[in-house]
């Protein structure tokens, strides 16, 4: 097959993010319809470049880059063949939908997302620092995003909210109950940082779909 631009760019897509599934590809990339992108995909997955795996019952497919999509870009990837663990499907896939919804929220090009991969990449080898799921900047001002979906020791967790502080001017923790434990630990911690704000996964999930 021609590789084109378009093509390239599903690449970089799928190397940015942990989890992303077809519809998630359609948005990062900028297809008109689903049908469009899902045609150009199994290309891509015919030729080689990618692979599509079913990993989680119920979940659509997940894709991955292969080794052969590395000797066509120019850039290096990180994520080629990654391996993708049971328990952080729900998660990540969270989290690219969040993305999704917040670049829409703020009218920002998702290139203009840093996600927590290239944060990472960006701080080289040593010792792994904490990062936020991604973050973003509007105004001047930059934002980090949190997906919690499962509440950590509370002294992680709280030590995750004073490196926020510190280093970003907000913070927006998703969440999936405004009610639950999570949520009221960060209703806590307002007081001392009021950069905090708390949102509720199912509006963003809602308004996605």
């Not at 359609?26 to 045609?39: E, I, Y």
């Not at 969270?94 to 919804?101: F, K, Q, R, S």
């Not at 001047?140 to 970003?168: D, Q, S």
Request: hydrophobic share 35%; proline share 1%; charged share 35%.
């Amino acid at each position: 097959m021609r590789v084109m631009e378009r093509d390239r760019e599903i690449i970089r897509v799928i190397d940015r993010w942990r989890v992303v599934q077809g519809k998630h590809i359609k948005d990062l990339v900028g297809f008109d319809g689903q049908r469009a992108c899902d045609r150009r995909l199994r290309k891509l997955i015919e030729a080689g470049y990618i692979k599509r795996e079913k990993i989680l019952y119920g979940i659509a497919g997940i894709y991955s880059n292969t080794n052969k999509a590395k000797k066509i870009m120019a850039e290096s990837l990180s994520g080629v063949n990654r391996k993708i663990r049971i328990e952080q499907i729900m998660h990540e896939i969270a989290v690219v939908e969040t993305a999704i919804y917040i670049s829409q929220k703020y009218e920002i090009k998702i290139k203009e997302i840093k996600t927590e991969i290239e944060l990472h990449r960006q701080d080289g080898f040593g010792v792994r620092k904490h990062r936020p799921d991604f973050v973003f900047n509007k105004n001047g001002k930059t934002t980090c995003v949190e997906i919690e979906l499962n509440l950590k020791a509370k002294n992680r967790f709280e030590n995750n909210i004073i490196n926020n502080f510190e280093n970003y001017d907000k913070q927006i923790w998703i969440v999936t109950s405004l009610e639950n434990k999570i949520a009221r630990i960060l209703e806590e911690n307002k007081d001392k940082y009021p950069d905090i704000e708390i949102w509720e996964l199912g509006e963003i999930q809602r308004i996605e779909k």
